[in-house]
């Protein structure tokens, strides 16, 4: 069956601006988190949603960021104000159930000049 | 200090050799160990995983956890070139019915013919 599936796969934005990136899980996933990897780093956790609730978002850096899953399927992380910092393969993942191996999309390439 | 230690590498070494990576950590409270494998602009798909210490063998790959060291290792054995990846690890305990991985940066392997 189809993977998880991430939306755009490149996206460049200027330093202030609006961005949001869209994740599709693996069908019948409940548990959906997101990751932030920079270059040379290891993915870096953001939030986890458990079906349409966000269960823990301990790892957002700051109020510009926000995550929404309202059906519990497909996910949009969004970026309000995006500054060069924010630049970063953003990783979506999704799990059958909380704890079980969770299974990555491709990521998006965020780039903000 | 990070929590997980990972060297970033890169690790060349030729075809049919026995590749060792390895990473250590701080924190005492994690129980579940796990190998990532990411190929360049993909994103990482789970090699294997360990719960507490011990080793596990699957194929060519193997892994060993030793708590009382804080100290994980992923052997590779008749290394191939479709191997040259980065290798990730991460790690994780149960926390308010989460288990949200911790990772390390990443080893670059690189298996040449």
């Known amino acids: 069956g189809a993977g998880v599936s991430q939306t755009p796969s490149n996206k460049v934005t200027e330093k202030g601006k609006y961005v949001e990136l869209r994740c599709d899980p693996i069908s019948g996933h409940t548990a959906l988190y997101w990751y932030r990897q920079s270059l040379g780093q290891g993915p870096e956790f953001l939030i986890y949603f458990q079906g349409t609730g966000a269960a823990d978002d301990s790892g957002l850096p700051n109020d510009r960021f926000f995550a929404v899953r309202p059906e519990g399927s497909v996910s949009t992380l969004k970026i309000q104000r995006t500054e060069r910092g924010d630049s970063a393969v953003y990783l979506c993942?999704?799990?059958?159930?909380?704890?079980?191996?969770?299974?990555f999309g491709p990521g998006t390439r965020l780039t903000v000049l | 200090q990070k929590e997980v230690e990972q060297d970033p590498g890169p690790l060349s070494v030729p075809e049919g050799a026995i590749v060792s990576l390895n990473c250590t950590y701080s924190?005492?409270?994690?129980?579940?160990f796990m190998w990532y494998r990411q190929y360049s602009r993909k994103g990482p798909e789970l090699l294997m995983y360990t719960y507490s210490s011990g080793n596990k063998e699957d194929g060519r790959f193997t892994a060993q956890v030793d708590k009382s060291s804080k100290y994980i290792s992923l052997f590779i054995r008749d290394s191939q070139p479709s191997d040259s990846a980065t290798y990730l690890c991460a790690m994780s305990y149960a926390s308010g019915g989460s288990y949200i991985p911790t990772f390390g940066r990443g080893t670059s392997l690189i298996v040449h013919p």
């Open positions: 924190n005492s409270a994690f129980q579940y």
């Open positions: 993942a999704s799990s059958p159930s909380e704890g079980d191996t969770q299974y």
